[in-house]
C-alpha cells in the first residue's frame, strides 16, 4: 500500500505565521483610516497599470493618506516584485517625519527589515510605531505574529510603552495565540467587547483558535461573522482572507467540497480585481489541492510559487512546491516530481523556519521509499529524525520513527515495528487526519499479516478502511480494500477477492492510478487462477502489464526504473507461469512464442532499454563541484588512515549529495522510446543469432510453482521442467559458494570446495538439459540466469558423485575430471539483447589497453575506507600478468603501469581501444553501484582520488569488444529482481561494451597472471571466441602445476572465480601485428602513387 499520502496544504496569513517572513505580511486586513471601499475602489482603478505607474500613485495616495497603512504595504509589495526593496527601504528612512504618517513609516519598515532577515532592527521599528497614542489591530497582531515567530519563549512585554496596555485582554489573547494555546486563547477572545472581537482580523484568529482543535463548527460559525463583517465594511482583503478560511474548512469534508470550491474561486476573483499579489498566491496554493483536474492545479500551483518567490514568502513556497511534487507523483510524472523536489529544497532553506525544510525533506524520503529507493529512503528519514530532535519538532520526529520503523518490519521485528507505529497513531492529534491515521494502521495490519497472523490482520485493515471511509477518502478505500482482498487469496476466498480487485479496478482506472491497478489485476488474476480460469488469468494479467508498462514508461529515470520493477515484474513472471499451464493444454507454437516474449520481460530489461542523450552529469556545473569534493574527500581517506573516521561523515554526506544530484540530472533527459533495438526478441530472430554463433541458449526460471529451462539448441527449441524448489536452491548455492568468498577471513588452504552440491546441483539444474536435447546440444552454451542462479558457476557442477563430500585445495583432485566445463564452454548474459547488432569495435585493430598495477610514490598501500574491510596493496603480480599479455601481444598491447595507469590516462585513452584490460583492486557497493569501482594511480592533485567509480563508468561510451576485470570480486553487486546483478559487468555492458570479463570471488594473483595471458592467446592469436578462449585457458590451467606447493589448480577456487558475461562470439578485428598492418598500408599506398604517376605520364605522352 502506499505510504505516500498527499498532504492538504492550508496556508493562510496565520496558518504559517511562525515564519518570520511570512509574518511580515500576516492579516493584511487593516484598520483604514475612512471608507475602506474607497481604498479597494483605489487599488482596482490602478490594477491594469504597469508597477512603475502603480507605485507613482501610490505614493501620491500616501501623500494625501498617510494613515492608510495598507497603501505603504503595496509599495513593499510592488518593490518586492520590481526587486527594489532596497531602494524602497532609503526612501522610506527618508521621508518626511510627519506625525500622521511617522507610525505607519515605521511599521513598513519594520516589514522590510524583517524580509530582510534584519531582526533587531525590524523589533527596533515595531516598537517606534507602538509607540504611538493609537495602535491599531492588525498593528498588535503584526508585532506579535513578529516577536513569537523568531522566539516562541520572547517577553513581549519588553519595550512596550505604556505599563496599562500589558493588563489588557486584547494583548493577553494573541499573546496566548500566538504562544500556541488556542483554548485559552479563545476564552480570553470572547471575554473582550464587541467592538474588538468582532472585528474581522480578530474573528479571524478567534476562528483559528477553534479550527486548530478541530472544533470545526465553531471556527465555521465565527469565520462566516467575520466575512460578513468584513463585507458590510467594504473590506476586500479581510473577505479574501475568510472565504479562504472557509474554503479550507469546507475541503476537509467530501460532501462539501463544492463549496470549497466556490469559495477560493470568490476569494481568487478579490485578489486579481485588487491585484493583491500575495492573497492570490495563497488562494491559488490552497485551491490547487482539491482541483480535480491535475493541469489546473498544476497551473495554479506553479503560478503560487512564482508569486511567492518574488514576494520572498519562501515558506509558503516551499510548501506549494512540496504539493506540486506531490501532484506530479500522484498523476506518474516521476521525473518532474524529482525536479520540484530538487527546486524546492533551496526554496525550504530560506523560509527562515527549518521545520518546513524538515517537512520537505521528509516528503522527500517517502518519494524514495515509495520507488523503492531504500537506501535513499533511509538516508533522508535518519536526517529527518535528526533535524526533528533537535528542533524539538515532536510529530516530524514521531512520524519518522514511524517511517524508520518499516525496517524493524523488514528484519522481522514485528513487535517492535507495531510499537513505532501505534505510538504515532496515538500522538495523531486532529481526529480529522483520516490519512494518516488510515496508513499506519495499514501498517499495524501489515505486520500482522507478515507475522501469520491473518484474523489481527484483516481487524487492523478493516479499522483503517473506515477511518479512510469517515475521511471520504477514496484512494486508500481502495488500497485498503487490496489489501483486504489479498487476506482473502491466502484465506482460500477467491471470489470474495474477485468481487474487491473488480470494484478496485473500476476505481484506478478513472482515476488512471496504473500501481493501484496492476496490483488489483494481479490479485485478480490469482483469484481467477484459483477458480480454474486460465483465460481470464491472462487477460487480467496482459491488463497489469499494461498498467506496469505505462508507469515504467513515465520512470525516465533508469535507476528509478530498476526499483520499480523489482516489485512490477512479478506480473510477468505470473504471465510466464500462466503461458505454461496453457501450453500445457494447448502445445502450439504460437503459445510457446508468447511465453518466450514474457520471458525475456522479466530480465535484465532497464538494461537493454538504456539510451542516451540530454545534458549529462559532467555538464552541470552542481555535480561537478559535488564529484569534485567527494574525490577530495576520497583521496585524503586513501592517503591518510588517520582520517577516515574524522572524514565519514562528510564522506556519506557527498555520496548521498552526488546520488541525489544525478537522480535530477537523469530527471532532465528522457530514455530513447522502446524500439525494436530493445524490445524482446522473437522467437525465430533468436534462433538465427544463436545459430551464427554455434551456441545453445539455456534460458532458466525458477519459480514455486514452475521452474523450467527455456532452451534453444540447432533448431530445436524445447522447455524442459526442472524438479527444484527455490529455497531449497538456494541454500544449496549459498552452502557451495559461501567457502569461496570467505577466503579474506581464511587462508586458500582451510576454502572447502562442497563437492556434493556441486554433483546435485548438476543433477537438478544440468542433467535434464542434457538428457532432453542428447547429442544435437552443441558444446557452446549461453546462459540466462534467473535471479537464484546469479552467483553460481555452473562450470564447476560435477556430472559424476565425488568420492568424498568436501575437499581441499591440497587434496587429491580426483573429482577433476568430472567438472562441466570439461564438456560445456559457458558464457553469460543478463538477458538476450547481447545478441543483437554488431558494434564498431569489431572493425578495430586487436588493440589491448592495459591498466596494472596502478600504486606509485603517492600511495604504494591505501587505506581506503578500511573501517569497511578495503585495502589496497600494490599488486607485483599484476604487473607480471600485464608483461607476459605484453610479450604474447608485442605492439598490440599498449600498457600503462603504476603512475600512468591513472584515471586521466584512461579516460583519454579508452575510447580508441576495443579490448581494455584492468590488472588492479576493485570494490562492490552493497546498495549502489554508482559506487561500485576499481582503483587507479592518483597524481599530484589533491581532487584526483584514483578511483575509476560507477557513476563515471556508465557514461563512458565505450566502443570495446571486452573489458578485462582482472581483479577481486568484479562481478558482486546488488541482487536486483528483474534486473540482475547491479555491479561493474553490468554498468560497462551498459557504457557500450559488448563483453566483460569478471571474477565472482577474490582471486589468486599468480594463477591470474597465467591465467590471463593464456586466454589473450586463445582469443587474439588462436581467433578464438571469447568464451572458447576462457574456457580453453581454464582447462590448460587445470593440467598446469600450482606455484605453491601442496595446492593444486583444480581446486574451484582459483579457476571457477572467472566468468565471462555479456557476448559470447568474436571480435572480428583485422589480422596481423601492428607493424605488419602498417607495412601493409605503406605498400598499398605506394602502389596507387606509383599508377598515379603512371597514368599521369600515359596521358601527357
Not at 420 to 449: G, H, M, N, T
Request: hydrophobic share 45%; aromatic share 10%.
Amino acid at each position: 500500500m502506499k505510504r505516500f499520502y498527499l498532504t492538504l496544504l492550508f496556508i493562510t496569513q496565520i496558518g504559517l505565521v511562525f515564519l518570520p517572513n511570512h509574518a511580515l505580511l500576516a492579516l493584511q486586513s487593516p484598520q483604514i483610516e475612512g471608507e475602506p471601499a474607497s481604498y479597494f475602489a483605489f487599488l482596482e482603478s490602478i490594477a491594469a497599470l504597469p508597477a512603475e505607474q502603480q507605485a507613482a500613485k501610490l505614493r501620491d495616495y500616501i501623500a494625501k493618506q498617510p494613515g492608510v497603512e495598507q497603501a505603504w504595504f503595496k509599495l513593499i509589495e510592488l518593490a518586492l516584485l520590481q526587486d527594489r526593496l532596497d531602494t524602497l527601504q532609503q526612501e522610506f528612512q527618508h521621508w518626511p517625519d510627519a506625525i500622521e504618517a511617522r507610525q505607519n513609516r515605521h511599521w513598513a519598515l519594520a516589514r522590510i527589515f524583517a524580509l530582510k532577515k534584519n531582526q533587531s532592527r525590524a523589533m527596533r521599528a515595531y516598537r517606534q510605531a507602538i509607540a504611538a497614542d493609537a495602535v491599531p489591530l492588525q498593528l498588535w497582531i503584526d508585532y506579535f505574529a513578529f516577536t513569537y515567530g523568531k522566539n516562541p519563549s520572547a517577553d513581549w512585554r519588553a519595550g512596550l510603552p505604556d505599563p496599562q496596555v500589558l493588563q489588557s485582554g486584547l494583548l493577553h489573547g494573541l499573546q496566548q495565540y500566538f504562544s500556541n494555546q488556542p483554548a485559552h486563547a479563545a476564552e480570553t477572545f470572547a471575554s473582550l467587547p464587541k467592538s474588538i472581537s468582532h472585528q474581522p482580523q480578530l474573528l479571524y484568529l478567534w476562528g483559528s483558535s477553534f479550527f486548530d482543535r478541530a472544533l470545526y463548527a465553531q471556527a465555521d460559525s465565527l469565520w462566516r461573522l467575520g466575512l460578513k463583517q468584513a463585507q458590510a465594511n467594504g473590506d476586500q482583503q479581510a473577505e479574501a482572507q475568510l472565504l479562504t478560511s472557509l474554503a479550507y474548512a469546507a475541503s476537509q469534508d467530501y460532501a462539501t467540497i463544492d463549496f470549497a470550491e466556490h469559495y477560493y474561486q470568490q476569494a481568487e476573483q478579490i485578489a486579481r480585481r485588487i491585484d493583491d499579489a500575495y492573497r492570490l498566491q495563497l488562494v491559488l496554493g490552497n485551491h490547487a489541492t482539491i482541483l480535480e483536474k491535475p493541469g489546473n492545479a498544476i497551473t495554479a500551483f506553479q503560478e503560487a510559487i512564482s508569486i511567492a518567490e518574488k514576494l520572498q514568502q519562501f515558506g509558503d513556497a516551499a510548501q506549494w512546491y512540496m504539493g506540486l511534487a506531490q501532484l506530479y507523483y500522484f498523476t506518474e510524472r516521476f521525473a518532474l516530481a524529482l525536479q520540484t523536489y530538487a527546486a524546492g529544497e533551496p526554496v525550504a532553506r530560506r523560509a527562515g523556519d527549518r521545520s518546513v525544510y524538515v517537512q520537505m525533506m521528509r516528503d522527500k524520503g517517502d518519494f524514495y521509499y515509495d520507488l523503492h529507493q531504500d537506501s535513499l529512503a533511509r538516508k533522508t528519514y535518519r536526517d529527518v529524525l535528526a533535524l526533528a530532535k533537535e528542533l524539538g519538532l515532536a510529530q516530524q520526529e514521531k512520524s519518522t520513527r514511524a517511517r524508520l520503523a518499516d525496517d524493524l518490519l523488514e528484519a522481522g521485528a514485528y513487535e517492535r515495528a507495531r510499537i513505532a507505529y501505534i505510538d504515532y497513531i496515538d500522538f495523531l492529534s486532529d481526529p480529522a487526519d483520516f490519512e494518516a491515521r488510515a496508513y499506519w494502521q495499514s501498517r499495524v495490519a501489515e505486520s500482522f499479516k507478515r507475522q501469520g497472523q491473518h484474523a489481527k490482520a484483516r481487524d487492523w485493515f478493516e479499522l483503517a478502511l473506515a477511518t479512510a471511509r469517515s475521511g471520504n477518502d477514496a484512494f486508500y478505500e481502495n488500497w485498503l480494500l487490496l489489501e483486504l482482498a489479498k487476506l482473502d487469496l491466502s484465506n482460500h476466498l477467491p471470489r470474495a477477492a474477485l468481487e474487491k480487485c473488480r470494484a478496485i479496478r473500476e476505481y484506478a482506472t478513472e482515476q488512471s492510478y496504473n500501481e493501484m491497478l496492476w496490483q488489483a489485476e494481479l490479485a485478480a488474476s490469482k483469484a481467477l487462477q484459483a477458480t480454474g480460469n486460465t483465460s481470464g488469468r491472462i487477460a487480467a494479467l496482459k491488463d497489469a502489464a499494461a498498467a506496469v508498462e505505462q508507469t515504467r514508461q513515465n520512470l525516465t529515470v533508469d535507476q528509478l526504473q530498476i526499483s520499480y520493477f523489482s516489485e512490477a515484474q512479478q506480473v510477468y513472471r505470473q504471465l510466464v507461469a500462466a503461458y505454461l499451464a496453457r501450453l500445457a493444454e494447448q502445445p502450439v507454437a504460437a503459445t510457446r512464442d508468447t511465453l518466450f516474449h514474457y520471458l525475456q520481460l522479466t530480465r535484465g530489461r532497464t538494461l537493454n532499454e538504456l539510451g542516451s542523450g540530454g545534458a549529462t552529469p559532467a555538464q552541470d556545473s552542481g555535480y561537478v563541484d559535488i564529484a569534485t569534493k567527494l574525490r577530495t574527500i576520497q583521496r585524503r581517506m586513501r592517503d591518510d588512515r588517520s582520517a577516515r573516521k574524522q572524514m565519514q561523515s562528510a564522506f556519506e554526506a557527498a555520496r548521498y549529495a552526488l546520488l541525489t544530484r544525478r537522480l535530477r540530472l537523469a530527471a532532465h533527459d528522457t530514455m530513447h522510446a522502446v524500439d525494436q533495438e530493445s524490445a524482446p526478441l522473437l522467437l525465430q530472430e533468436a534462433k538465427t543469432q544463436l545459430s551464427k554463433l554455434g551456441t545453445c541458449l539455456l534460458l532458466y526460471h525458477i519459480a514455486a510453482d514452475s521452474s523450467f529451462v527455456f532452451a534453444i539448441s540447432n533448431s530445436r527449441t524445447e522447455i524442459i521442467g526442472i524438479n527444484i524448489e527455490p529455497d531449497s536452491l538456494q541454500r544449496q548455492i549459498n552452502a557451495l559458494i559461501a567457502p569461496l568468498h570467505q577466503v579474506q577471513a581464511v587462508s586458500i588452504d582451510s576454502v572447502v570446495f562442497r563437492a556434493d552440491l556441486a554433483h546435485q546441483l548438476y543433477q537438478q539444474l544440468v542433467a535434464p538439459v542434457e538428457q532432453k536435447l542428447g547429442a544435437e546440444m552443441p558444446q557452446n552454451v549461453l546462459i540466462v540466469p534467473d535471479i537464484a542462479l546469479m552467483q553460481l558457476p555452473f562450470e564447476m557442477m560435477l556430472s559424476t558423485k565425488p568420492q568424498k563430500q568436501r575437499y581441499l585445495p591440497a587434496d587429491n583432485p580426483d573429482y577433476a575430471s568430472a567438472f562441466l566445463l570439461h564438456r560445456w564452454t559457458i558464457s553469460y548474459s543478463p538477458s538476450l539483447a547481447i545478441l543483437r547488432g554488431q558494434t564498431a569495435a569489431q572493425t578495430m585493430r586487436p588493440e589491448v589497453a592495459i591498466f596494472a598495477n596502478p600504486f606509485n610514490s603517492y600511495a604504494l598501500t591505501s587505506n581506503l575506507r578500511s573501517d569497511r574491510g578495503w585495502r589496497f596493496d600494490a599488486l607485483p603480480y599484476a604487473e607480471e600478468e600485464a608483461r607476459r599479455i605484453e610479450m604474447l601481444l608485442g605492439d598490440d598491447a599498449n600498457i600503462f603501469l603504476r603512475d600512468k595507469a591513472s584515471k586521466r590516462t584512461f579516460f583519454e585513452q579508452a575510447p580508441y581501444y576495443p579490448i581494455i584490460h584492468f590488472a588492479t583492486h576493485a570494490f562492490a557497493d552493497p546498495s549502489f553501484d554508482a559506487f561500485s569501482g576499481l582503483v587507479l594511480a592518483t597524481t599530484p592533485d589533491s581532487s584526483d582520488d584514483g578511483l575509476l567509480m560507477g557513476y563515471e563508468i556508465a557514461g563512458l561510451g565505450l566502443q570495446a569488444d571486452l573489458v578485462a576485470l582482472s581483479a577481486c570480486e568484479t562481478g558482486h553487486g546488488q541482487l536486483v529482481s528483474g534486473e540482475g546483478v547491479l555491479g561493474l559487468p553490468r554498468l560497462f555492458l551498459g557504457a557500450g561494451a559488448r563483453s566483460v570479463l569478471m571474477t565472482r570471488w577474490v582471486i589468486d594473483d599468480a594463477f591470474a597472471s597465467a591465467l590471463l595471458p593464456e586466454f589473450y592467446q586463445y582469443y587474439l592469436q588462436k581467433r578464438q571466441s571469447k568464451a572458447e578462449a576462457l574456457s580453453r585457458a581454464q582447462k590448460s590451467l587445470l593440467q598446469a602445476s600450482s606455484e605453491q606447493p601442496h595446492r593444486h589448480y583444480q581446486h574451484p577456487f582459483y579457476w571457477a572465480s572467472y566468468a565471462l558475461y555479456g557476448h559470447p562470439g568474436h571480435g572480428s578485428f583485422a589480422t596481423g601485428s601492428k607493424f605488419e598492418r602498417n607495412l601493409t598500408i605503406a605498400c598499398i599506398i605506394l602502389c596507387l602513387a606509383a599508377y598515379s604517376v603512371f597514368r599521369i605520364k600515359k596521358h601527357r605522352t
